[in-house]
């Protein structure tokens, strides 16, 4: 049954009230994200234990997905939002008692970042499985930009605030603002009724996720357009982790800290700049060819980002490369809250989720090897290809093997979305009705 009808309950205004509550909260979230980074490496100095600390964040995305999206189909999504949400609040409570009382130890830093994590899962597929039910048909492609454009804000902003405050405030200060901005969040999805699609069974037992998952699957398979296109963006995440890994490598291996800062802060500007397109244009035709070209953009920014060891070189193609993100992501977002049925979007989108997350720590670790052992090598003075045009192109010496990784990741990703733009199958997924769901 198709769950986008038009609803008189649903309104950009509904959606934008909970908006701004998310908005606040995941301001307040990337706080305690940047000074727990912070206390962490003041801590021990350890860039792997800091690197542990990320994947904790990483890993309940992947383990639980399938649970997640079992729960957001099966139960009232708006109690998960909220429940996972006040969760997540005492979670920091209990952070702020432990570092008052000094009892707080660095190996609990790894399941507090797991249990926060584990709620962040479960909230996720409920909140975006909950947009079409809110937001009226035309206004997909705009809240969708709109979600996009949080995190990307969140990356420029967090940082420098967290920054200036950690040094008066210490990591307890920020988690105290971080929970208060909890009770925004709340409040604002209780002010509000989110509409519930028909739930015929609401058991959740190991059965029903099994049969769930297993569900998921046939669904994805059997949706073969549609599977293409996340085949896509599982190897545009691929892509982006085993890069942007090595974008601090490739930059300080000439410059400082200084230079390795201004670069990230470009490629923030261009995340911002991506949402906001996303979020303010009326809704477009052609969607997944749309999705292709931008993601046909970010292969030409990675090959910029490639050719030349100069800072602001590599600054450009970075910029180039994250502005078509948000939108290909939102646009990505939209096409599954037209095509999938309300009742299943929720399991449907964990599962998306997870196997797209999956990539990330196989990137993560893959980028530091290929770098090391494969490609930086080459491209010494006296390698492999010093002496050869591809030497004389992007130059020798110190990470110029990270280029090389660079403009081949950037030429695969082209070719790849060439390639798509001539599938017939993918293409017609938004043939004749393009707001259809899928048969």
Not at 145 to 173: E, R, T
Not at 253 to 258: K, L
Not at 348 to 367: E, F, H, N, Q
Request: charged share 10%; glycine share 10%.
């Amino acid at each position: 049954m198709n769950q986008n009808k038009s609803n008189p309950e649903k309104s950009m205004t509904k959606f934008m009230i909970i908006w701004i509550g998310q908005f606040v909260s995941i301001l307040g979230s990337g706080l305690t994200t940047f000074g727990l980074s912070v206390w962490v490496l003041e801590t021990t100095g350890s860039a792997m234990t800091f690197t542990m600390t990320v994947l904790m964040r990483i890993l309940p995305g992947i383990i639980f997905a399938p649970i997640a999206g079992t729960f957001a189909d099966r139960k009232n999504r708006k109690n998960i939002i909220i429940f996972t949400d006040a969760f997540d609040a005492l979670l920091k409570i209990f952070m702020i008692i432990l570092l008052i009382t000094g009892q707080m130890k660095l190996w609990m830093i790894f399941p507090i970042n797991f249990i926060s994590a584990v709620f962040g899962t479960f909230q996720s597929p409920a909140f975006t499985a909950s947009i079409p039910e809110i937001v009226p048909k035309k206004n997909l492609g705009r809240a969708n930009g709109m979600m996009q454009l949080i995190p990307s804000i969140q990356n420029i902003i967090a940082p420098v605030v967290a920054g200036a405050l950690y040094p008066l405030i210490d990591l307890s200060g920020l988690l105290t603002i971080d929970f208060i901005t909890f009770f925004v969040a709340i409040g604002t999805v209780l002010s509000q009724k989110i509409p519930q699609p028909v739930i015929e069974d609401k058991r959740v037992n190991m059965g029903n996720i099994i049969n769930d998952f297993k569900y998921t699957l046939t669904y994805l398979k059997r949706k073969q357009g549609f599977f293409s296109l996340i085949a896509v963006f599982a190897l545009l995440n691929f892509i982006a982790n085993l890069c942007i890994v090595l974008v601090g490598p490739i930059i300080m291996g000439n410059y400082n800290s200084v230079i390795y800062g201004m670069v990230n802060s470009i490629s923030g500007i261009a995340l911002v700049l991506g949402g906001l397109v996303a979020s303010v244009i009326p809704t477009i035709k052609n969607r997944v060819k749309v999705i292709f070209i931008g993601l046909i953009l970010s292969g030409i920014g990675l090959c910029v980002m490639g050719v030349s060891p100069l800072w602001y070189i590599i600054g450009v193609g970075f910029f180039i490369f994250m502005l078509p993100v948000p939108f290909t992501n939102a646009t990505l977002g939209t096409i599954m809250q037209l095509k999938i049925e309300g009742n299943v979007l929720g399991r449907v989108g964990a599962v998306i989720d997870g196997l797209l997350k999956i990539i990330t720590p196989v990137a993560i670790v893959l980028s530091g090897v290929l770098a090391e052992k494969v490609f930086n090598p080459l491209l010494i003075d006296g390698g492999t290809l010093a002496n050869t045009w591809i030497g004389s192109l992007i130059g020798v010496g110190k990470n110029r093997g990270i280029g090389l990784m660079f403009i081949l990741s950037g030429l695969t990703l082209i070719v790849v979305c060439v390639l798509m733009l001539f599938n017939k199958v993918v293409m017609n997924l938004e043939e004749n009705n393009p707001d259809a769901v899928l048969d």
